[in-house]
């Protein structure tokens, strides 16, 4: 019954991210903003709903055991960026490796890629320096918080800012496909993308949620701490938004929007999200924890290089993937 659930529950969320593309893309091409913008921003942020509402979800409405409940906010914020630095560019070779080969490369706009890298580097650099400041000290705590709630809005601020001079470059978004409510008689107009997104987002937070409930069971029976469920299985099925989206952009040649996804998720859970953990949780430096941290920082190092050095080929990302299986190793060794 469990794996019947978990498995319904995938095909929602494989369904919705269809329906979720597909009017984002309608949406960028309408509003004129280039195809790094609509990735960095609207699909990372409308795609991450899922796993923003677990920590949330567990800090403030989760069981009557306190611990536990920060034990799944926690790894709940740091499996995030985690999945999307390591396994999720991982994935990207293997949806493109039979199209491209090994030796293929990636085309994503490099400048955009650049800022959600370097803003992510240092947010969650920051974030990481926070495990280390002690619990009593609230209000150096809060100062980091509010720093990385800052760091965001800034990031936002310049990302938009940069999507004109994108467009009149050739980077705008563009629709290839008709909406599907369009191919059902609606009119193809801002109201009918609007009820698109709205419906994929429901979807898309419905699918996860399911399939969260699933793999709890799962892990129950499997005897999993709640720190490890949080950590390594919560993120399978919150980040799947995030890596089926990009799957399917980086298929269509859609580098840009499919690597801005993930950079721009990754910048949207390296800041706001851990600001969170920091002032609400105890925030400490646990061995899975701080491999998770370090980890992800390697992961989007290694990207940061690659792109400073003239572009990413598709046997690169794999290095990513073995990052992911590297942390496995270590936590359930």
């Known amino acids: 019954m469990t794996i019947m659930l978990m498995l319904s529950m995938l095909v929602v969320i494989l369904v919705a991210s269809e329906v979720f593309v597909n009017a984002l893309e309608h949406l960028g091409d309408r509003l004129k903003i280039s195809e790094g913008a609509t990735?960095?921003?609207?699909?990372?942020?409308?795609?991450?709903?899922?796993?923003?509402?677990?920590?949330?979800?567990?800090?403030?409405?989760?069981?009557e055991n306190a611990s536990v409940n920060e034990e799944i906010g926690v790894g709940a914020i740091l499996g995030a960026p985690l999945m999307l630095a390591t396994l999720a560019m991982g994935l990207l070779a293997i949806a493109t490796f039979r199209a491209r080969g090994i030796q293929g490369s990636f085309k994503p706009e490099i400048t955009g890629m650049r800022r959600d890298l370097n803003f992510f580097l240092l947010a969650f650099l920051l974030a990481a320096v926070a495990m280390f400041v002690p619990h009593q000290q609230a209000v150096v705590r809060l100062g980091i918080g509010l720093t990385l709630v800052l760091i965001y809005?800034?990031?936002?601020?310049?990302?938009?800012?940069?999507?004109?001079?994108?467009?009149?470059?050739?980077?705008?978004?563009?629709?290839?496909?008709?909406?599907?409510?369009?191919?059902?008689?609606?009119?193809q107009n801002m109201v009918t993308i609007l009820l698109q997104l709205a419906l994929g987002l429901v979807l898309l937070v419905a699918g996860a949620k399911g399939f969260i409930h699933g793999v709890e069971q799962a892990a129950g029976i499997l005897g999993i701490s709640a720190l490890l469920l949080a950590l390594i299985i919560v993120p399978v099925a919150t980040?799947?938004?995030?890596?089926?989206?990009?799957?399917?952009?980086?298929?269509?040649?859609?580098?840009?929007?499919?690597?801005?996804?993930?950079?721009?998720?990754?910048?949207?859970?390296?800041?706001?999200?851990?600001?969170?953990?920091?002032?609400?949780?105890?925030?400490?430096?646990?061995?899975?924890v701080f491999a998770g941290i370090v980890l992800t920082l390697l992961g989007a190092l290694w990207l940061r290089l690659l792109i400073s050095r003239g572009g990413i080929k598709v046997w690169h990302v794999i290095f990513n993937g073995f990052l992911y299986l590297t942390y496995l190793a270590i936590v359930l060794a």
């Open 39 to 63: 990735g960095s921003l609207f699909a990372a942020v409308g795609t991450a709903l899922p796993e923003t509402m677990v920590p949330l979800l567990a800090i403030f409405a989760g069981t």
């Open 153 to 187: 809005f800034i990031y936002v601020m310049l990302t938009l800012r940069a999507s004109a001079a994108l467009v009149e470059q050739g980077h705008g978004t563009e629709a290839d496909e008709p909406m599907f409510l369009a191919r059902i008689g609606l009119p």
């Open 239 to 288: 980040e799947l938004p995030e890596k089926v989206n990009s799957i399917l952009w980086v298929r269509r040649n859609k580098d840009t929007l499919a690597f801005g996804n993930l950079t721009g998720a990754m910048v949207f859970q390296g800041t706001l999200l851990p600001a969170i953990g920091i002032m609400l949780t105890p925030w400490e430096p646990r061995e899975e």
